[in-house]
């Protein structure tokens, strides 16, 4: 009987909210919460936004992807053994990030940081694979809505109550050390559910018939040409960008360089090193026969409209991800909120709106279907993002307050009663909203343009270009907002939302 109920429709959805939870729980700690750490910490507001480049592996996850199609770990199967897998290397290399001082040793911090987003992003790669396969078409919807909401309910904790328990007046007082221990730990639960409760694939779901050798050579001949893009950028681009960019910010009075100009600098040699790098990555896997993102993407790209398709999933979201790139250092530096009461407001209250915005965005989706729900979920996320517009131009209490009442609901607390802002509840309530109900649509769309032959990969490369805007949009978002200010950083993120709204 136990063994016809793990296997049921019923507990497959169960299994996928569990998944959705494992998966958002590394983002805010490589996010909004490493951000955080990072502002305490005094690190300033352009190199936080470099600091968002640690996500990197969110958006090239698709070359590794295939190596996770092709082998399966020799114990609990082909997607299960790959999950168990990267969840244990999450707990272990999170326990180490927790030990690494940021402002000590910013360079070490930045390599445990980006180990972890590239084993989140491996995590993902198997997670997304795993409830595409195992999920007919008819269970797709709902399964979008509890992805959404386990990865939401994930992100309160790691992005939310995590704020609450390190604000040292209202809430625990917690380094954020002691934080990042406890969600290594989380982890390694998380590893435990995967293994002994989370069902295996059916025996049809088979991997791709592909050369393991000539996959394996590969993929190192496409690592080695991200290393000779990394040296690229530092010994080539990053000197002509420097001699380009500094006529425009010429020395002080006393001789000093703008500090501007090293960060405009910086940003055009990460753009010439990416043009660089990707023709030279994909001319290296077609040299050494990587078959199975080759043949992956050959799928893909025999689709009609692929092309479209692909500009659609980077610009979707573009301004939603913009604004949302810097939200936590606006708030704490740019605002003046304290630590516990943006736990409350952005991460708690905000994050569950956001679950409550996915399960109407499927509930919607059913009646509306999913061009008409895109479209409409699309321009209430643009609207969204003049809210935070009006947080930086009416300033903190510009409507007022409202008093949060101390608790203890033992996994957190507040120990004094804290201000709650209406103008930042009405508009990060708003964004929550909007967004849930936004992801909701954009996962289902995602899932409909698989193929189960080569699930992980086909996803991989679809939710990596999903992320660019959320991850290659964070130096830029750092550097302009130190040029122009918040009010006009905001502004810009509402016109970024428009161009995908125009290619849907």
Known sequence: MFKSWIQSSAWKQVCILLLGFASGLP????????????TIDGIDIATI????????????????APLMDRFEPPFFGRRKGWLVLTQLLLCLFLGIMAK???????????????????????????????????????????????????????????????FIWADPVSGNGWSWSQIY?????????????????????????????????????????VLATVVAGYYFTKIVATPVSETIISPLFPPGADGAVDPNMKK???????????AFT????????????????????????????????????ILYKLGDAFAGSLTTPFLLKGMGFAQAEIGVINKVIGLWLTIFGAIAGGAIMIRLGLY?????????????????????VLGKGAWGSFPLPAFDLIIVSLKETSNVDWLLLTAVGFENVTGGM????????????????????????????????????????????????????????TIFAIPGLFIL
């Open 27 to 38: 983002l805010a700690l490589t996010g909004q919460s490493m951000q955080a750490w990072l």
């Open 372 to 392: 008409r729900s895109l479209m409409i979920f699309g321009i209430l996320q643009l609207i969204s993002n003049m809210g935070f517009w009006l947080v930086a």
């Open 278 to 313: 990707l023709p030279l990555a994909w001319w290296a896997s077609k040299k050494a026969k990587f078959e199975t993102l080759n043949n992956s993407l050959q799928n893909y790209f025999s689709i009609k409209g692929a092309v479209s398709f692909l500009l659609f999933i």
């Open 100 to 162: 690494v001082s940021p402002a000590a040793s910013t360079t070490l911090f930045a390599m445990c940081a980006v180990a972890v987003a590239f084993l989140s992003a491996s995590q993902d790669v198997v997670i997304d694979a795993y409830r595409t396969d195992s999920l007919t078409q008819s269970e797709r919807g709902l399964a979008s809505s509890l992805t959404v909401f386990g990865y939401r309910l994930a992100m309160i904790l790691s992005g939310g109550i995590a």
């Open 181 to 221: 221990i406890i969600m290594s730990t989380i982890m390694g639960l998380a590893a435990l559910v995967s293994a002994f409760l989370i069902p295996s694939l059916s025996a049809d779901k088979v991997a791709p018939n592909t050369n393991a050798k000539n996959d394996l050579i590969g993929f190192l001949a």
């Open 264 to 274: 405009w600098a910086d940003l055009l040699s990460l753009v010439m090193g990416i």
């Open 49 to 64: 936004g470099f600091f968002s480049l640690v996500g990197l592996p969110y958006t090239f996850k698709f070359l590794w």
């Open 438 to 493: 936004g992801t909701a649509a954009f996962v289902a769309f995602l899932m409909a343009l698989c193929n189960q032959k080569f699930t992980a990969t086909r996803y991989a490369l679809l939710s990596a270009f999903s992320a660019v805007g959320r991850v290659w949009v964070g130096p830029l978002a750092g550097v302009l907002t130190a040029s122009i200010g918040w009010p006009m950083f905001f502004i810009i993120s």
